[in-house]
């Protein structure tokens, strides 16, 4: 800590100041830094500055959607799995949000048909065995739990009516 009078920094273990002779210290003074920026330069004109943002924000925009344009040139964006055309690639349909979307969709059915044997097997005997008063309806109880199953493993609403067939 400095010479409370003049200010100098001396060591710690002396007893007063070896300037002026002064013993006691005080805590060095916060010098206020001066900024350098003029006051239009910290607060901008508020209609300004909403002018400059709508100028970025346009700009940004359209360069977001020149990046997304299609390379092709014209208008269509071209699917993106050449994988599945195999007579040459078509235009898109689906935005790629729904396409990953539906994917999820997919994946969760594909898991729910992936169902261990052992699992069938119990639903099938489970459904046998709950009402064995009427012999006649046990395949169909048993096909319908095994549905239900399905269903509620993939998540797909119960559809109450009759299912029409797909037509060929």
Known sequence: ????????????????CPVCKNVERVSPAV?????????????????????ERERFLREFKSQVFASQAPANGNGNM???HDENHLSGAEPAAVCQGCY???QERVDVLEAALHMDLKE???IVYDAVWADPSDSTK?????????????RKRSGVAQVFGLLQPLSD
Request: hydrophobic residues 40%.
């Open 138 to 150: 046990t395949y169909e109880n048993a096909a319908h739990a095994l549905l239900t199953e399905l």
């Open 100 to 102: 990953d979307h539906l």
């Open 120 to 122: 069938a097997a119990q």
């Open 1 to 16: 800590m400095p010479c409370a009078s003049c200010k100098t920094y001396y060591a710690a273990d002396l007893k007063a």
């Open 31 to 51: 010098v206020p830094v001066r900024s350098t920026m003029l006051a239009s330069e910290i607060c901008p004109d508020p209609i300004a500055l909403e002018e």
């Open 78 to 80: 071209r699917c993106i």
